[in-house]
T-cell receptor
């Protein structure tokens, strides 16, 4: 069945350092979504990518969707303490339910 | 602030109790979801309602019973739960359930089964 793998599981950085989390699927995806969940909070939608090779930016966050639509990445430039949380990718094939990756938990020390 | 409202925020129940979780959204969305999330794990899909009809049941035990009274409301009835059912229960909604839509999550109900 469809699987979405995400690495690393945990990442600790010093404030100001960059951070990247990677998502890989065993099958071609129709779209990939990214969510952020703060400690004690609920997942909040960040972005959706649908096109092969698509790159989208939101301030310090850069999202990429691979050419084969099987992988994606989220890169944060110059992390801040407000970036702390767990970042989930979620993807699906057309007509199937969204599958969440296991998430990458980011901690930032100042 | 989330536009999907869940009540209660916390619930403690015994294994013989019957309780209900409630979810409400006023965004005009026609698809609503129940997810279960254990600590340090991703959300796991339980049920999907699309246009008030159950469209997905991910082989969830019958002690969990969903109900969608109308397009704005979603309930999850709980009966004879087990301690391993303790988790954060998240409700979500999306425009019309075409599977590739973004999800709006509620704040969740933290459930403890004793």
């Amino acid at each position: 069945g469809q699987q979405v793998m995400q690495i690393p599981q945990y990442q600790h950085v010093q404030e100001g350092e960059d951070f990247t989390t990677y998502c890989n699927s065993s099958t071609t995806l129709s779209n990939i979504q990214w969510y952020k969940q703060r400690p004690g909070g609920h997942p909040v939608f960040l972005i959706q990518l649908v096109k092969s090779g698509e790159v989208k930016k939101q301030k310090r966050l850069t999202f990429q969707f691979g050419e084969a639509k099987k992988n994606s990445s989220l890169h944060i430039t110059a992390t801040q303490t407000t970036d702390v949380g767990t970042y989930f990718c979620a993807g699906n094939q057309a007509g199937t339910a969204l599958i969440f990756g296991k998430g990458t938990t980011l901690s930032v020390s100042s | 602030d989330t536009e999907v409202t869940q009540t209660p925020k916390h619930l403690v129940m015994g294994m013989t109790n019957k309780k209900s979780l409630k979810c409400e959204q006023h965004m005009g969305h026609r698809a609503m979801y129940w997810y279960k999330q254990k600590a340090k794990k991703p959300p796991e899909l339980m049920f999907v309602y699309s246009y008030e009809k159950l469209s997905i049941n991910e082989s969830v035990p019958s002690r969990f019973s969903p109900e969608c009274p109308n397009s704005s409301l979603l309930n999850l009835h709980l009966h004879a739960l087990q301690p391993e059912d303790s988790a954060l229960y998240l409700c979500a909604s999306s425009q019309d359930g075409t599977r590739s839509e973004k999800l709006f999550f509620g704040s969740g109900t933290q459930l403890s089964v004793l």
